[in-house]
C-alpha cells in the first residue's frame, strides 16, 4: 500500500470531500460526492472503487474513511486550512481566493514548508472560517446555529463549516457582511421559512435559511 505521500492528488481530493461531508454531519453519499466535487455519477463510482481498493475507504451500507484514509485526509486537511491562514493573514487574501489557492497548495505542500507555515503563523487551531485544523490544540466551543438565537440576543460568529465555503458566492458574500469569526451581531428579525436579519458591524444584514441553518455562533 503507497505511503500517505505517494497518493494521486485526486485520491487525496476524495479522501478531503469524504471527511468535509462527515465533519458537516452530511450524508457521505456517492450524490453528495458528486455535488461537492461538481463530477458525475459514474466518475464517482469509479473513484469509489478504486478508493476502496486502495484500502482508503470502506463502502457497504455506507461510504466511511479507513485509518489509513483517515490519515491522509486529515494530512490535506491540515495543508489546506494552514494555507488559508497564510494566504488570508499574512498575504491579504479574500476568503473565496484563498480557498481556490489552498486547494492547489494542498496537494504540493512539503512537510518541511507545512511545519514552517505553522510555526509562522503561530500554530494556529482554525482557518480562518473557524473551521478546526487537524492536529492543532482546537478545542471545540459549545456553538448553535444562527438560526437557534432567539430575536434580540447578541452572538458570536465562530465557525463557517465546508459546506458554505463551496456555495457559490457565498464565501464573499459572508466576508463583505462582516459574518467573520469572532465578530459579535445581534438578531433583529426571523422569518418562518429560516430567514434572519441580524445587526453586525453597524449593518443590518438577511441571511437566507441555508446559510443561518449552518453558520455556528456562540450564544
Known amino acids: ?27 457521505v453519499i456517492q450524490a453528495r460526492i458528486a455535488e461537492r466535487l461538481q463530477v458525475s455519477r459514474p466518475a464517482v463510482s469509479e ?103 432567539p430575536v434580540g440576543q447578541s452572538f458570536t460568529v465562530s465557525r463557517i463549516p465546508e459546506e458554505l465555503e463551496f456555495t457559490p458566492g457565498l464565501l464573499d458574500f459572508l466576508e463583505e457582511s462582516s459574518i467573520l469569526p469572532g465578530h459579535v451581531g445581534r438578531l433583529t428579525a426571523a422569518s418562518p421559512d429560516g430567514t434572519v436579519t441580524i445587526e453586525i458591524e453597524g449593518r443590518h444584514i438577511g441571511v437566507g435559511q441555508f446559510a443561518s441553518a449552518r453558520i455556528l455562533v456562540l450564544a
Not at 49 to 60: H, P, Q, S, V, Y
Not at 113 to 129: F, I, S
Open 47 to 149: 473513484m469509489i472503487k478504486r478508493l476502496e481498493a486502495e484500502g482508503l475507504i470502506t463502502n457497504d451500507s455506507r461510504i466511511a474513511l479507513t485509518p489509513a484514509g483517515q490519515a491522509l485526509a486529515q494530512r490535506v486537511v491540515r495543508r489546506h486550512r494552514l494555507a488559508e491562514r497564510f494566504l488570508t493573514d499574512l498575504l491579504g487574501l479574500s476568503w473565496a481566493d484563498a480557498h481556490h489557492e489552498a486547494g492547489k497548495w494542498e496537494h504540493v505542500m512539503s512537510d518541511a514548508v507545512e511545519q514552517a507555515m505553522d510555526r509562522v503563523l503561530g500554530n494556529p487551531t482554525t482557518c480562518p472560517h473557524g473551521n478546526p485544523i487537524p492536529g492543532s490544540s482546537y478545542d471545540a466551543p459549545s456553538m448553535v446555529p444562527l438560526s437557534d438565537i
Open 1 to 27: 500500500m503507497p505511503a500517505i505521500g505517494e497518493h494521486h492528488p485526486a485520491f487525496e481530493e476524495y479522501c478531503e470531500c469524504i471527511f468535509e461531508l462527515q465533519e458537516d454531519d452530511v450524508a
